[in-house]
């Protein structure tokens, strides 16, 4: 499945490129200043301890399908930042997840807290893009790009003035780390061969994360007990998607994951 997904993924470079080619975007300045703006420490790093919650945007899974039709991204964005959010993740990607580039300026221009753009990126192309659409942090999956796409692309994300989220799942990966000028890490607790999904695994690695890192457990978080789990480990955030985008009462299910 994730081959496929970076087939289609290739299939829209084609169409980016030749504006990249053509150098037709324009980053401000103050734009590139974003990252200093952002301050991950202090967003991520709540003075009591306490982890923080990056809720998700997201209509659909490659492995579930539909999670939400109904789902109204802008509003929901305004509920997750209601409730406590520390900041908003938006899949972009749209034959998988159902995703819209265009909800990025959308949910930007509605909220004050940071936005993540999460999608396939391959290429720094989509680095201009996710610049040009005001994005603050963008995700990086080291299982898709390998050591030295990752480094290239975690320098010219911090280029762009934004903020790189590096994602790993091994221990490989995570060894990576130490000489990756990223802030912010995210250990997948998804398999993305398999989409077998343990929390388990961010338990695992979280001594290997360096750690001068602000560490992120992504993916299968359910409830109050996973974060109390991942709280013990060092993890200063979790990343939630399903569980909210899925709940009748999506700010009830994120003030529960808070408390
Ligand atoms: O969500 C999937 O099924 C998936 C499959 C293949 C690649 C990536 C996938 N998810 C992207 C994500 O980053 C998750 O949406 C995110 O970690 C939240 O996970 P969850 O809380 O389990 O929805």
Not at 14 to 30: D, T
Not at 157 to 184: M, N, Q
Not at 189 to 207: E, W
Request: net charge positive; proline share 5%; charged share 30%.
């Amino acid at each position: 499945m994730l081959e496929k997904i970076i087939e289609e993924k290739k299939r829209e470079l084609e169409k980016l490129l030749p504006w990249y080619e053509r150098g037709e975007y324009q980053i401000e300045k103050k734009d590139r200043n974003r990252r200093e703006r952002l301050n991950p420490t202090s967003f991520l790093q709540h003075p009591s301890g306490k982890v923080q919650v990056i809720a998700e945007i997201k209509k659909a899974s490659p492995a579930k399908g539909d999670l939400n039709r109904d789902l109204d991204p802008v509003k929901t964005a305004l509920v997750y930042e209601k409730n406590g959010a520390a900041a908003v993740s938006v899949l972009t990607e749209e034959v998988f997840f159902k995703g819209d580039r265009s909800l990025i300026p959308e949910i930007k221009s509605r909220i004050s807290i940071p936005v993540l753009r999460k999608d396939f990126i391959i290429h720094e192309v989509q680095l201009y893009e996710t610049a040009v659409l005001g994005a603050d942090m963008v995700l990086l999956i080291g299982a898709v790009l390998g050591y030295e796409k990752l480094l290239s692309l975690t320098e010219k994300a911090l280029d762009l003035g934004l903020e790189p989220v590096v994602e790993v799942y091994s221990r490989e990966e995570a060894r990576w780390l130490k000489d990756l000028p990223a802030r912010l890490v995210a250990v997948n607790n998804r398999d993305l061969k398999t989409f077998k999904v343990d929390i388990g695994n961010s338990i695992k690695l979280a001594d290997f994360l360096p750690p001068s890192t602000i560490r992120i457990s992504a993916s299968g978080i359910k409830g109050r007990e996973d974060v109390r789990r991942l709280a013990a480990c060092g993890y200063h955030a979790v990343l939630v998607g399903e569980r909210l985008v899925t709940s009748p009462c999506p700010g009830e299910k994120l003030r529960e994951l808070l408390t």
